[in-house]
Each structure stands twice: as C-alpha cells, then as structure tokens.
C-alpha cells in the first residue's frame, strides 16, 4: 500500500512540473508589445521632436544635439549591428539614445525597457556595450597620459583662475552606492553605512579629470586607495613627467609643482595637505595657507557635483555587479571630459563653492603616519609665500582679473 501511494504521489508530481514548464515556455521570439517599438517606443515618438528643440533635447539627453551627434559618429562602427532575415537591428541612435537617457536619469532598465519599447536584456547589453565603446574610443583623447607641457598648462591655469601657484591638480574620492553584491562581506561597506565604490580623481582648474581610478572598495580610505593606485605610484616614483617646479610668481623662492587634498591624504613633498586644526587654531598664516589650498581643492569637490547633476544614475543606488558599475563610472568621467572641452556645461557649476569658507574636517579621516621633513618644509615654503607680500599681491591679481 504504501509502495502505491509513492508511486502516485511521484506521478502527480511529474505532471505538475511537466505542466509548469508548458506554461513558462516561451511564446514569443519577440514580445508583442515590442514589437511596436519602430512606431510606438519613445524614441520613434519623441527623438523627432526633440532634435528641433535645443533646449528641450538637452534636458532630454544632458547635452546638445552637436555633442550627441558627434558622440554618435565616434562610436556608430561599435554599435551597427548586422542585418539578419529574422529581425532588424536596432539602430546605433537609438542605442546611444538608451545609455545616456539610462545615464542621465538613472532610470531602472524596467523602466527604460518599457518606455523604449526593448527587452530588459536587450536594455542592459544597450546599456554596457556602449558604455565600453563609449571608453574605448574617447578615453585617450580626453584623459590623456600628462605631459610636461600638459603640467605647466595646468599650474599656469590654477594660478590665473583659482589662485594657487604651482598647482597641478586637486584630490578627492567619492563614494558611488552599491547594492551590496552577492558573498563580499563588509568590503564594500564604507563609514558612511552604504556599500560603495569609491572613484579617487585628480581634476584641473577647469573641472577636468587628469587622472582617475575606479574600483576601489568602499572600506578602503582615499589615502590608501591613493597610494595603491597607479597615480599615487608613479608621483611617488617619479615617473609621471611632473616638472621639477619653478620660482613662486613675483618672487625668488623656489617650490616644487604640488597637488592639492584634504587630511584623508598624506602630506607629501608633491601632495599638500591642511595644517590641522589645532595648529591653525591662533595661527594666521596657517589659517590663510588652509584657506587657500580649500578654495583650490574644492574644484574637485564640484567636478564630482558636476558629475553626479549630469548623470543622475549617480543619485541613487546602482543595483549592478561591481564590474558593470566600474565601466559606468569610467564612461560618465569620459564623458564629463569630453563635454567640458565642448564648454557643455551650462548651469552645472556652482561657483558659490569657490568662495566659501574652509570647512572643518573630520578627524577620524586623517591619513596616519609622519610625513618626511622635506614634506614639512616645502608646505613651510607655501604658507609663508601666501603670507608674504608677493603671495598677498599674487591673490589680489586674481582677484582683480
């Protein structure tokens, strides 16, 4: 009896599966409300409209239509697909159109999917494969390996523009949240209590990334991120081309070319950072020096904030594998690139920021560990130059300009 009672219970549990995997077959090669994408999707509907409408377009996509067509003829030999007997291809516009509406409101793919009238699949190889091409084919151009001329360029720019000499870029990492990925424990887990990748960036005067580096963990600080980086590694070594220094403007005191950072940094011959604040605390050339060097490093700060208003995938969390999210970051900051060369920045930038006073950091950020002396004596060498009268004559030049 009891063998036959198993014996019927195996058999409606065959039928059930085998009825259950009838209904989850599937129907379609291509879902029929897809199918009405050439004449019903959002872009068929409202890409025509949009390109007669400057204004419109760039609130659409996040830049003009020249930016976007010249993006387009750069990466269309990556994005046309071959024409099969089975179906049409999407086009390369409208994969375009997919990303960076992807990237400009950080949309879900389900929702791009349904606007655009596209499988979530088909939305999500959109998505990554244009953004790879997108780093392929500008990286080089636009975040090039610097140069010496490139340096002196810079310097020459944070002088004239942001009033601090002998400057080649400003420091900072900012933290993108993840969705904490599958099995990776608490690395991504960062003192903010998300899960985060962090993106460490040197900008120049005019919000431009000089270098950049991607993937680090959340858990990881900016100066252990900076000093395992491969910009952290070649301004240690040397072998970055930076230029020796030069003479301080209006004077005969020498110093080298340095970047600027907060106290998650350490001080460095070539890497400045803050007095602490209770050394500054009474101090007025301390204070003056700190207050200089923050205007200088907050063009990072608002390089980032450009960043995340441009692409506001970066104001929510990124439900993506680590590997996916690395490549978005590196796109946008490509992209950030190319359209600040095209001036496509239009109310984007905060200038208020620049002028704002110096904020206390916190001091559980400070990088551990002593500086060698020579980093003690060239930041000596600056905040008794912007005490000087040279230094005070300096600042009113920009000022005036």
């Given at each position: 009896?009891?063998?036959?009672?198993?014996?019927?219970?195996?058999?409606i549990?065959?039928?059930?599966?085998?009825?259950?995997?009838?209904?989850?077959?599937?129907?379609?090669?291509?879902?029929?409300?897809?199918?009405?994408?050439?004449?019903?999707?959002?872009?068929?509907?409202?890409?025509?409209?949009?390109?007669?409408?400057?204004?419109?377009?760039?609130?659409?996509?996040?830049?003009?239509?020249?930016?976007?067509?010249?993006?387009?003829?750069k990466?269309?030999?990556?994005?046309?697909?071959?024409?099969?007997?089975?179906?049409?291809?999407?086009?390369?516009?409208?994969?375009?159109?997919?990303?960076?509406?992807?990237?400009?409101?950080?949309?879900?793919?389900?929702?791009?999917?349904?606007?655009?009238?596209?499988?979530?699949?088909?939305v999500?190889?959109?998505?990554?494969?244009?953004?790879?091409?997108?780093?392929?084919?500008?990286?080089?151009?636009?975040?090039?390996?610097?140069?010496?001329?490139?340096?002196?360029?810079?310097?020459?720019?944070?002088?004239?523009?942001r009033?601090?000499p002998?400057?080649?870029?400003?420091l900072?990492?900012?933290?993108?949240?993840?969705?904490?990925?599958?099995?990776s424990?608490?690395?991504?887990?960062?003192y903010?209590h998300?899960?985060?990748?962090?993106?460490?960036?040197?900008?120049?005067?005019?919000?431009?990334?000089?270098?950049?580096?991607?993937?680090?963990?959340?858990r990881?600080?900016?100066?252990?991120?900076?000093?395992?980086?491969?910009?952290?590694?070649?301004?240690e070594?040397?072998?970055?081309?930076?230029?020796?220094?030069?003479?301080?403007?209006?004077?005969?005191?020498?110093?080298?070319?340095?970047?600027?950072?907060?106290?998650?940094?350490?001080?460095?011959t070539?890497?400045?950072?803050?007095?602490?604040?209770?050394?500054?605390?009474?101090?007025?050339?301390?204070?003056?020096?700190?207050?200089?060097?923050s205007?200088?490093?907050?063009?990072?700060?608002?390089?980032?904030g450009?960043?995340?208003?441009?692409f506001?995938?970066?104001?929510?969390?990124?439900?993506?594998?680590?590997?996916?999210?690395?490549?978005?970051i590196?796109?946008?900051?490509v992209?950030?690139?190319?359209?600040?060369?095209?001036?496509?920045?239009?109310g984007?930038?905060?200038?208020?920021?620049?002028?704002a006073?110096?904020?206390l950091?916190?001091?559980?950020?400070?990088?551990?560990?002593?500086?060698?002396?020579?980093?003690?004596?060239?930041?000596?060498?600056?905040?008794?130059?912007?005490?000087?009268?040279?230094?005070r004559?300096?600042?009113?030049?920009?000022?005036?300009?």
């Amino acid at each position: 009896m009891k063998f036959e009672l198993a014996a019927i219970a195996i058999a409606i549990d065959d039928e059930v599966l085998e009825k259950r995997s009838e209904t989850t077959k599937r129907r379609w090669g291509v879902h029929p409300t897809w199918r009405k994408r050439e004449a019903e999707g959002e872009f068929a509907l409202l890409y025509k409209e949009l390109i007669d409408d400057e204004s419109k377009f760039y609130g659409y996509f996040r830049m003009s239509k020249e930016c976007f067509t010249f993006l387009l003829e750069k990466v269309k030999p990556d994005l046309t697909k071959k024409i099969t007997r089975f179906q049409k291809p999407i086009s390369p516009i409208e994969r375009l159109a997919v990303c960076i509406r992807f990237l400009a409101t950080g949309d879900s793919f389900k929702t791009i999917s349904y606007s655009f009238r596209l499988g979530h699949s088909t939305v999500t190889e959109i998505v990554h494969s244009t953004c790879r091409s997108i780093v392929k084919r500008f990286k080089k151009d636009v975040i090039p390996e610097p140069t010496e001329e490139m340096w002196r360029k810079i310097a020459e720019d944070f002088e004239k523009l942001r009033g601090f000499p002998n400057c080649i870029g400003a420091l900072d990492g900012k933290h993108f949240v993840i969705e904490a990925p599958a099995n990776s424990g608490s690395i991504y887990f960062n003192y903010k209590h998300t899960f985060s990748i962090v993106l460490l960036a040197l900008v120049d005067a005019c919000y431009k990334f000089i270098a950049v580096d991607v993937g680090a963990y959340g858990r990881n600080s900016d100066g252990g991120i900076f000093a395992q980086c491969n910009l952290g590694k070649r301004l240690e070594n040397g072998t970055l081309h930076v230029p020796i220094g030069k003479n301080l403007p209006g004077s005969s005191t020498f110093a080298p070319y340095v970047i600027v950072g907060d106290e998650a940094f350490p001080l460095k011959t070539y890497l400045m950072r803050p007095y602490p604040g209770h050394q500054a605390t009474g101090d007025a050339n301390k204070t003056n020096f700190n207050h200089r060097l923050s205007l200088a490093r907050r063009l990072v700060e608002n390089a980032f904030g450009i960043l995340t208003q441009r692409f506001r995938i970066f104001q929510r969390r990124m439900k993506l594998a680590p590997e996916n999210v690395d490549c978005i970051i590196l796109s946008t900051c490509v992209l950030h690139n190319f359209l600040c060369e095209q001036k496509d920045y239009t109310g984007l930038i905060n200038h208020s920021a620049q002028n704002a006073q110096p904020h206390l950091l916190n001091p559980l950020s400070v990088q551990p560990g002593r500086p060698a002396n020579d980093a003690f004596a060239v930041r000596e060498t600056f905040k008794e130059y912007l005490a000087s009268t040279a230094g005070r004559n300096f600042i009113g030049q920009q000022y005036q300009e």
